[in-house]
């Protein structure tokens, strides 16, 4: 079965400072999203990619998913500390309308 | 568009008895719809997929007759947690996905606690 790996597990920036979420799957993706959630709350819906070499960017964060369809990372530029929350990969299971999610990576923006 | 509610937000029971979620796709219709669960600190799980009309299909390890999955209409499908214990205390999430895509909806979620 496909499985995601998110890295790091948790991060805490400066605010102002950049950084980089990886997602890492055990197969092909089709279909890669991104979310970010407020723990006790449901999803907010960032960015889909399903192209290899893809890149798609909304205001201060950016989305790229890797030429081999095996990795995608979302990067924060000069973070502020609404851009905490915890940022969760999900992918379409091949063959099926299932979705699967990254293990989920807690993000602390410093003021 | 592409508004999924659930209903409540959040339930506190007593240990043994039932408590019934509801998830409604808001400005479409949902064919499928989906139940997750999440612990604190991790991430979502897939329970079960529920096709409008249809029997649930649960994900290995997850108890039809505990979580019980009703999808009687293409905007309605309701998770009832059965003799709750505390041990079933979670954040319940469900999505629906259109008949044309699939791309899940997800709703904001609903918090149980069982005393």
């Known amino acids: 079965s496909q499985e995601l790996e998110q890295s790091p597990q948790s991060l805490i920036v400066q605010e102002g400072k950049n950084l980089t979420i990886n997602c890492t799957s055990s197969k092909t993706l089709y279909g890669l999203y991104w979310y970010k959630q407020k723990y006790g709350e449901g999803l907010i819906f960032l960015m889909m990619?399903?192209?290899?070499?893809e890149e798609k960017s909304h205001e201060k964060i950016t989305a790229k998913l890797d030429e081999k369809k095996q990795q995608s990372s979302l990067h924060i530029t000069a973070s502020q500390p609404s851009h905490a929350g915890i940022y969760l990969c999900?992918?379409?299971?091949?063959?099926?309308?299932?979705?699967?999610f990254g293990t989920g990576t807690r993000l602390k923006v410093l003021a | 568009g592409a508004v999924v509610s659930q209903h409540p937000s959040w339930v506190i029971c007593k240990s043994g008895t039932s408590v019934k979620i509801e998830c409604r796709s808001l400005?479409?219709?949902?064919?499928?719809m989906f139940w997750y669960r999440q612990f604190p600190k991790q991430s979502l799980m897939l329970m079960a997929t529920s096709n409008e009309g249809s029997k649930a299909t649960y994900e290995q390890g997850v108890e039809k007759d505990k979580f019980l999955i009703n999808h009687a209409s293409l905007t309605l499908s309701t998770l009832t947690v059965t003799s709750a214990h505390p041990e079933d205390s979670s954040f319940y999430i469900c999505?629906?996905?259109?008949?044309?895509?699939?791309?899940?909806?997800f709703g904001p979620g609903t918090r149980l606690t069982v005393t």
């Open positions: 999900g992918a379409e299971a091949p063959g099926t309308y299932k979705y699967i």
């Open positions: 990619l399903q192209k290899g070499g």
């Open positions: 999505s629906a996905a259109g008949q044309l895509t699939k791309e899940q909806y």
């Open positions: 400005d479409f219709q949902a064919t499928t």
